[in-house]
C-alpha cells in the first residue's frame, strides 16, 4: 500500500498558510468550526495538518509529545476533525491515514462523518453517536415531534416562571455545570480544565462565532444557561447546564426549545455534540434528531514493550 504521495505535507500551524487554509475551511461543505484556525488554536495543546497539493484537502492534527513521542489526541471541545476538501474519494482518505501514521505512530483522531464506511472498516474504527436536528420547518411542526416526555416535561416546567435570556456570564455557567458534573473524576483538575474551556468560549462570543443563553426565574435567578457555537449554517450545542433549581424544573428541556424557536424556519442545523453517554442521548433523541455518527480512529503503531505507551 502507498505509504505516502508526493503532494501531501505535514506542516506545523507555524507553516500553514493562513489564508488558503480560511478560503478552504470556508468554502468546503464538510468543514466544521472545529477546523477553523481560531478554534483550533484556542482548544488544542498544539495541531499541525496534513495538507494536499495547493490546499485542496487538508486534515488538521491535534497531537502532543510525551516521552519524546508524538501523539495525537482529541481536545475537549472538538468533537471531529478529518479530511476536510471537495471529491474526496476513498484512495485519498487511504493516503491521508497512512501518511498520518508515517507522523504519528499512537493516537486517536475523531474524523467527520463523511468518512467511507468502507475505511473506517479498513482501520478497524468505531463510530461514534452525533445528533443533529435540522430547523428547517416552523416551530410547530418541529414542536410536534417531540416526544411525550419531551411534551410532559416542558409542561412541568411551566409551573414556574422560565425567562430566556441572552444575557449570562460564563463563569455562571461554568459554575452551574461543576455543581452539577464536578463530582466526576479528579474535580480539581476538572475545575481547572474547565476554567480554560470556560475562557475559550468566552473568546469565542466575543469574535462572534459563539452565544450564550440563559434560563431564569421571574426573581432573576439562574435555573440553567449554555453556550452555542456558530460556523455557516450549523449550531453546536457546546456547552451547558442547569443549576439545581433548574435541574427539578426541566430547565434543560426549556432551553433546547428556546433554540429551537429562535431558529425554526431557518437553514441551520442544530448539533447536539453527542452522544455516546445513553442518558444524554435518551435526553436529545426527544427532540426527534437524526444520527450524523462519525468514525474515532485509534491506532497503535509504536515497537514492541512501547506499544504499552499511554497518554
Not at 466544521?32 to 488538521?60: C, E, K, P
Not at 491515514?97 to 504519528?104: A, P, R
Not at 410547530?140 to 416546567?157: I, M, V
Request: hydrophobic share 40%; net charge positive.
Amino acid at each position: 500500500m502507498l505509504t505516502h504521495h508526493p503532494n501531501i505535507t505535514f506542516l506545523s500551524k507555524e507553516e500553514i498558510d493562513k489564508s488558503k487554509w480560511d478560503h478552504l475551511i470556508q468554502s468546503a461543505p464538510n468543514a466544521h468550526i472545529y477546523s477553523t484556525r481560531l478554534y483550533l488554536n484556542l482548544f488544542t495543546a498544539n495541531w499541525g495538518a496534513l495538507v494536499f497539493g495547493d490546499y485542496q484537502v487538508v486534515m488538521a492534527v491535534p497531537y502532543k509529545v510525551k516521552f519524546g513521542i508524538k501523539y495525537t489526541y482529541t481536545p475537549v471541545g472538538i468533537a471531529q476533525l478529518g479530511l476536510i476538501g471537495n471529491d474526496i474519494d476513498e484512495k485519498m482518505e487511504v493516503l491521508f491515514i497512512e501518511n498520518l501514521h508515517k507522523h504519528f505512530k499512537y493516537g486517536m483522531l475523531h474524523l467527520n462523518p463523511s468518512f467511507s464506511k468502507k475505511n473506517a472498516e479498513r482501520y478497524g474504527m468505531k463510530w461514534k453517536t452525533n445528533f443533529v436536528l435540522p430547523l428547517n420547518e416552523d416551530y410547530e411542526t418541529l414542536s410536534k415531534n417531540y416526544t411525550k416526555d419531551a411534551k410532559r416535561n416542558l409542561r412541568l416546567a411551566n409551573q414556574i416562571i422560565q425567562q430566556v435570556s441572552y444575557q449570562v456570564d460564563t463563569e455562571e455557567i461554568k459554575q452551574a455545570f461543576m455543581q452539577q458534573y464536578g463530582k466526576r473524576g479528579n474535580t480539581q483538575k476538572l475545575a481547572a480544565d474547565y476554567t480554560v474551556f470556560a475562557r475559550n468560549l468566552e473568546i469565542l462570543c466575543e469574535k462572534e462565532m459563539a452565544f450564550k443563553i440563559a434560563i431564569r426565574t421571574e426573581g432573576q435567578e439562574l435555573l440553567g444557561a449554555g453556550v452555542f457555537a456558530q460556523f455557516k449554517n450549523r449550531l453546536y450545542y457546546v456547552f451547558g447546564a442547569p443549576t439545581s433549581l433548574g435541574r427539578s424544573n426541566q430547565t434543560t428541556h426549556v432551553l433546547i426549545d428556546a433554540i429551537i424557536q429562535k431558529f425554526a424556519s431557518t437553514n441551520t442545523l442544530l448539533d447536539f455534540e453527542g452522544s455516546s453517554i445513553p442518558s444524554v442521548a435518551m435526553f436529545y433523541k426527544k427532540f426527534s434528531p437524526t444520527d450524523e455518527p462519525y468514525p474515532l480512529h485509534r491506532f497503535n503503531h509504536l515497537p514492541g514493550i512501547l506499544k504499552l505507551f499511554k497518554k
